[in-house]
């Protein structure tokens, strides 16, 4: 079984993509193949909705060469599940959105959940986008962000496990929150260290769409025409 996992940006280099596919690795059978690549054309990270908008159409392309390229699943590695619709119309092997999964996760086990972002810039457009979601309307206590100076990420690394942890105790203390989802693939791998120091299930979307990738496989859990038609493209767009 391939899984291919495409960034929405194109600005992460080969080595760090590798570290990406050998951390994924862990959330899947042995035998089971993580091959992740960047958007080839498009925005260098996603900060704004015209980000993801430039975004969306390198993503359909993408995933149609992944499609012929034999693999058996795709995951859009982005919390915002940017162009997951589009993508759907445009192959028929399954199509993963970490947000999409990872509430539907938080349904199933917890009461009240926080989602934590990486900027405070970015709790408009990702509250905004969760409150069409009837999982969020009914249990999302707040969406929060780490704020992490950037002098300080530079100087010490493991900076970003602080403030999460700070980030995570308030959401427990202020809004009685049992769960925390991480609303950026980019905090993947803190879920361990919060659930040994917090009384809360964390959510690590990167880990939850790559399991729930080669689920789908298995078990022939896929989109079909009669809620995806295929796209015909009448409109003569580029692909």
Same mark, same amino acid.
């Given at each position: 079984m391939k899984i291919k996992v495409i960034m929405t940006d194109k600005a992460?280099?080969? =080595?760090?993509?590798?570290?990406?596919?050998?951390?994924?690795?862990?959330?899947?059978?042995?035998?089971?193949?993580?091959?992740?690549?960047?958007?080839?054309?498009? =925005?260098?990270?996603?900060?704004?909705?015209?980000?993801?908008?430039?975004?969306?159409?390198?993503?359909?392309?993408?995933?149609?060469?992944?499609?012929?390229?034999?693999?058996?699943?795709i995951v859009i590695y982005c919390f +915002?599940?940017?162009?997951?619709?589009?993508?759907?119309?445009?192959v028929r092997i399954p199509v993963i959105g =970490?947000?999409?999964? +990872?509430?539907?996760?938080?349904?199933?086990?917890?009461?009240?959940?926080?989602?934590?972002?990486?900027? +405070?810039?970015n709790i408009p457009r990702t509250y905004r986008?969760?409150?069409?979601?009837?999982?969020?309307?009914e249990k999302m206590t707040s969406v929060r962000a780490l704020d992490v100076p950037i002098g300080e990420l530079r100087a010490d690394p493991a900076v970003t496990g602080r403030y999460l942890k700070r980030v995570c105790e308030e959401a427990v203390r202020q809004e009685r929150a049992d769960g925390v989802i991480l609303g950026c693939l980019g905090m993947a791998g803190y879920g361990e260290m919060l659930e040994r120091e917090l009384p809360v299930k964390v959510l690590d979307p990167?880990?939850?769409?790559?399991?729930?990738?080669?689920?789908?496989?298995?078990?022939?859990?896929?989109?079909?025409?009669?809620?995806?038609? =295929?796209?015909?493209?009448a409109s003569h767009v580029e692909l």
């Open positions: 992460m280099d080969r =080595p760090t993509m590798d570290d990406r596919e050998r951390m994924l690795s862990a959330a899947v059978s042995d035998g089971v193949e993580i091959s992740v690549d960047c958007i080839k054309r498009g =925005p260098d990270e996603l900060d704004c909705n015209t980000d993801e908008a430039f975004a969306a159409p390198e993503l359909v392309k993408e995933a149609i060469r992944a499609e012929q390229d034999g693999f058996d699943a +915002s599940d940017v162009g997951l619709d589009a993508v759907r119309e445009n =970490p947000g999409e999964t +990872s509430l539907s996760a938080a349904n199933m086990l917890c009461n009240r959940f926080a989602v934590i972002t990486t900027e +405070s810039v986008r969760l409150m069409r979601n009837g999982i969020a309307r990167a880990f939850i769409a790559v399991a729930y990738a080669e689920l789908c496989v298995r078990l022939h859990l896929a989109h079909i025409p009669a809620v995806y038609p =295929p796209f015909r493209n």
